[in-house]
Nanobody, 125 residues
Framework: QLQIAESGGGLVQRGGSLRLSCAVT????????TGWFRQVPGKNREGVSC????????NYVDSGKGRFIISRDDAKNTVYLEINDLKPDDAAVYSC??????????????????WGQGTQVTVSS
């Protein structure tokens, strides 16, 4: 059983940066694919980025290319999502998820088995 805890969200000015953390206990993150998703009220959850077991990364948001950087610290069993040059459209609840049935990435939320509670990102203009 994996336990996931996200942190790092908050209120940031437009153009600022945040680093979200996804700390996992219960097993080694390096065994699995870990994804970041985001959701705003009234909209479907959107895949943002993913890091596979072998360290390959994927970004799924066109507006995030070059601004969203996913990484993993195996010693801390934590995945990070760095968001730079924040825009109002980036405001959402960001959630981390782990897929234990596969090693590769997907932007589909049904692919993932364990989810954190999410962390709110708010962007002020």
């Amino acid at each position: 059983q994996l336990q996931i805890a996200e942190s790092g969200g908050g209120l940031v000015q437009r153009g600022g940066s945040l680093r979200l953390s996804c700390a996992v206990t219960g097993d080694r993150l390096s065994y699995y694919a870990t994804g970041w998703f985001r959701q705003v009220p009234g909209k479907n959850r959107e895949g943002v980025s993913c890091i596979a077991s072998n360290g390959d990364t994927r970004n799924y948001v066109d507006s995030g290319k070059g601004r969203f950087i996913i990484s993993r610290d195996d010693a801390k069993n934590t995945v990070y999502l760095e968001i730079n040059d924040l825009k109002p459209d980036d405001a959402a609840v960001y959630s981390c998820a782990v897929a234990i049935r596969a090693l590769v990435c997907s932007d589909r939320d049904v692919f993932y088995d364990y989810w954190g509670q999410g962390t709110q990102v708010t962007v002020s203009s």
